[in-house]
C-alpha cells in the first residue's frame, strides 16, 4: 500500500508563501499513468482540488488557485511539493495530498482516490 505524508509550517503569515511536501513511500511518483495531488479543507466547508502532477511530470491546477499554485517534485526523494503563494487567511485548511492511479483533474468525490495522507493544518494569521 503507498503511504502519504504532508510535511510542512502549520502557520503562515499573511502574503507569504505556503510551501508543503509530501512523502511517499511503497510507490513511486513516476510510475505509469498515476496521479499526486493536493486538496483542501477549509473549516466549515467542502473539500478542494488544489492541483496534481502526473506521473510524466505535467501538472494542472485548480482555475480558481492557478495563478498563485506551484506542483514540483523531487523524483530521488520520491517527494512531491507545493507552493501557494500571495496567502491570505482565506488559504486556512487542512492540507492533503493524495493519490490516484489515473489522472483526474478537480475531483472532489473521496473515494475516486486510493491513497491518501493524514492531513495537515495550515493556519494563515493575518
Known amino acids: 500500500q503507498v503511504q502519504l505524508q504532508e510535511s510542512g509550517p502549520g502557520l503562515v503569515k499573511t502574503s507569504q508563501t505556503l510551501s508543503l511536501t509530501c512523502t511517499v513511500s511503497g510507490g513511486s511518483l513516476t510510475t505509469s499513468t498515476s496521479a499526486w495531488h493536493w486538496l483542501r479543507q477549509p473549516p466549515g466547508k467542502k473539500l478542494e482540488w488544489v492541483g496534481v502532477?502526473?506521473?510524466?511530470?505535467?501538472?494542472y491546477y485548480s482555475p480558481t488557485l492557478k495563478s498563485r499554485t506551484s506542483i514540483s517534485r523531487d523524483t530521488s526523494k520520491n517527494q512531491f511539493s507545493l507552493q501557494l503563494s500571495h496567502v491570505t487567511p482565506e488559504d486556512t485548511a487542512v492540507y492533503y495530498c493524495a493519490r490516484s492511479d489515473e489522472l483526474r483533474l478537480g475531483a472532489i468525490d473521496t473515494s475516486l482516490y486510493d491513497d491518501w495522507g493524514q492531513g495537515t493544518q495550515v493556519t494563515v494569521s493575518s
Open positions: 502532477i502526473a506521473y510524466d511530470g505535467s501538472t
